[in-house]
């Protein structure tokens, strides 16, 4: 499989809300969501993005409080954390003020319940008017939308999207070492619409087709494949059971 970053819609529309972001004036709120459901590519292109824009990428983590987060951006901004979460706070707004810098906190999820975290994030925002993006799951709208203060002030939410045919086709030829017919490409994109389950079958089509020496995968041969996957999951579903109620 080739390691290749490829730019799906989703990947598109988050360019475009960075951009946005950007160019707002001072003083205009610069903060933002993109969520969506697992596998469709949020934390690959956040950290994609993040290098492209040398942005801060934050991944949130289950319990993470006020002061960890705080813990987390200083040492991103390259400063050794003081002792007292005052100073903590201090030293990102210091360092952010001096050189800013666009930070992305990903798997917000985890911190959405935590109104303390949050309002320390949309300090953070106010006092240094650097662009904040949000980055969680479907939940996590719902979640912010508990604190106004914050959801009015997202200028932007953008939601990761199922792939279209086109962004099955893209990833498909992009990655995929062997031709797949198009028949067989659109009954990927009738089965699929994770990265991830896409990512295993192309690992699997490139396999069948070296042992094989196939050259083009045509829906035949794919719909062999699918049936295989299928019966590996049906006994490793099964192997799980017998363990469970062994
Ligand atoms: N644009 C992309 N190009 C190539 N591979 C990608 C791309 N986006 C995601 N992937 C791969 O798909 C898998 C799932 O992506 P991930 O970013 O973890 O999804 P999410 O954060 O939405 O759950 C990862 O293995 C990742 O490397
Ligand atoms: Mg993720």
Known sequence: MRKVFVKTQNVKSFITLINNLQNKPDGVSKMALVYGEPGLGKSRTALWLAAQNDAIYIRSANLMTG?????????????????????????CINKLTERPQMIIIDEVDYLASDQKTIETIRDIHDKTNVPIIFVGM??????????RHLYDRLSDITQFKPFSKND???????????????????????????????????????????????????????????????????????????????
């Open 138 to 147: 479907t939940l996590a709208q719902k979640k912010l939308q508990r604190y």
């Open 67 to 91: 002061r960890w987060f705080l813990e987390e951006l200083v040492e991103e901004l390259d400063e050794i954390p003081r002792y007292w979460t005052s100073d903590l706070f201090k030293q």
């Open 168 to 246: 099955v086709s893209e990833i498909i030829t992009q990655l995929c070492e062997v031709e797949l017919t198009e028949p067989a490409i659109n009954l990927i994109h009738n089965q699929s619409n994770r990265f991830r389950q896409i990512v295993r079958l192309i690992t699997k089509i490139e396999a069948v087709a070296a042992t094989n020496n196939i050259e083009k995968i045509d829906e035949q041969i794919l719909q062999e494949i699918l049936k295989d996957e299928k019966r590996k999951n049906i006994e490793n579903i099964k192997r799980v059971r017998n363990i469970l109620t062994r």
